[in-house]
């Protein structure tokens, strides 16, 4: 014990927190568990390249790597060339030092957040996981726990898993909030957070040619999306997709295959398609210009504004281009004469609400988009679909109907 409280003291330069000296007492075991680490949300330090990382983690990890995409490239090139020891040898002379120092501190600073509940990894819970937990008992006399398989295991659990909840025969009854666009229904989904599954949520994106977000402007990556979908489908469901229990209803927005640059996983868009019922949210088309009005006028020129340091005029100027923007993707879609009207009524709109603050004409443009373009898809679309409604109605009732049947039900 004395080895180790002199070392608390040594290298970080500070006495580190009661609970990582605790933590020193009561070493926990690493974990295959990997269903627990997902419903719960526990923290997970990935010790795997940036380059890694960025590829696709999960949405509990955060990257603080034992090597930067620059030393790993070289200790690759040199496993290949001269095997393990010699790449060993040169991990060691790549990450020592002061370097090696910073890199201490910051996985010792995770230990010390998360001291009873983290783990780490690498891509296969091998070298790199080994090394770090190695390096950071040395230091600190505190054998942090990791996650036996690494990165690897852990996704091939979520694939595996989504499959499994996917299937026909699983617990899962899956239902579709369908509607005309503006009819709210991630407002349905948003009252119903233990029934759902919010794509647009998880990808940050609000899923029409308008649904950018300025403060995430490239989403999450593939792979993010696809690990976020399964833990999401493993907390709705709330235990192992197996058969002979209870249903379980899970509601998920009628999406297309691809939310913004991201792709919906193939076996979940068949699910939905061929889905145990759908519901329809229905609303006049002033309340839905309404809604409209309100995401992509109003809330998105805030977060145009916010994402340029507050500066009303630069913010606007950029939702204005980026409005007439989206409708050019349209273009092709829309067919000349509709996109020329509409693109002429949007740049007077924008126009008239700097001088006047008068929406008139952003009703009209929204209104002529919604009826003349986006509705007749939509249409056709429940038209295919008649046979699965379940219930049909205003967003409030909707919603009850839910929550009334919330409770599971059996086959």
Not at 72 to 97: F, M, P, T
Not at 335 to 352: D, I, K, N, P
Not at 365 to 370: H, T
Request: a negative charge; glycine letters at 8%.
């Amino acid at each position: 014990m004395r080895k180790v409280q002199i070392l608390l003291n040594t290298v970080l330069g500070a006495s580190l927190s009661v609970e990582v000296r605790a933590l020193a007492n009561s070493h926990r075991a690493d974990t295959t568990d990997f269903r627990c680490l997902f419903l719960n949300d526990v923290p997970l330090m990935d010790v795997r390249a940036p380059v890694e990382f960025e590829k696709g983690s999960f949405p509990s990890g955060v990257n603080f790597p034992l090597m930067n995409d620059e030393e790993r490239h070289q200790v690759g090139i040199c496993y290949k060339e001269r095997g393990q020891d010699a790449a060993i040898e040169l991990g060691n002379e790549l990450v020592q030092g002061d370097l090696k120092v910073a890199r201490l501190k910051e996985w010792t600073s995770f230990c010390d957040s998360h001291p009873n509940e983290g783990y780490l990894f690498c891509f296969r819970g091998g070298l790199r996981s080994n090394f770090v937990q190695r390096w950071i008992e040395e230091e600190t006399g505190v054998r942090y726990p990791l996650v036996t398989g690494g990165y690897k295991a852990m996704r091939t659990f979520l694939i595996e898993e989504l499959d499994r909840s996917l299937n026909p025969k699983s617990p899962l009854e899956l239902v579709v909030v369908c509607g005309r666009m503006g009819t709210g229904k991630t407002c349905v989904l948003d009252a119903l957070k233990s029934q759902n599954i919010d794509l647009e949520g998880l990808v940050d994106h609000r899923g029409s040619a308008f649904g950018y977000m300025p403060e995430n402007p490239f989403q999450s990556s593939q792979i993010d999306f696809e690990n976020s979908v399964s833990i999401a489908m493993l907390k709705a469901l709330g235990s192992p997709a197996e058969e002979g229990v209870n249903r379980r209803r899970v509601l998920v927005e009628d999406e297309s295959s691809r939310i913004g640059k991201l792709i919906v996983p193939s076996n979940l868009k068949k699910r939905m398609e061929n889905s145990d019922g759908i519901v329809v949210v229905k609303e006049s088309i002033e309340s839905r210009v309404d809604v409209i009005l309100e995401d992509y006028i109003f809330d998105l020129r805030k977060r145009f504004v916010a994402v340029n340091g507050g500066d009303q005029e630069v913010g606007s100027q950029l939702h204005r281009e980026f409005c007439l923007g989206a409708l050019g993707r349209c273009q092709k879609r829309l067919g000349g004469v509709l996109y020329e009207r509409l693109r002429e009524t949007m740049e007077s709109a924008f126009q008239e609400e700097q001088n006047s603050g008068d929406l008139t004409l952003h009703q009209v443009w929204i209104a002529s988009l919604l009826v003349d373009y986006y509705d007749k898809f939509y249409d056709y679309q429940l038209g295919q679909r008649e046979s699965k409604v379940l219930f049909s109605g205003k967003r409030e009732a909707v919603i009850e109907w839910a929550m009334a049947m919330n409770q599971p039900s059996a086959d």
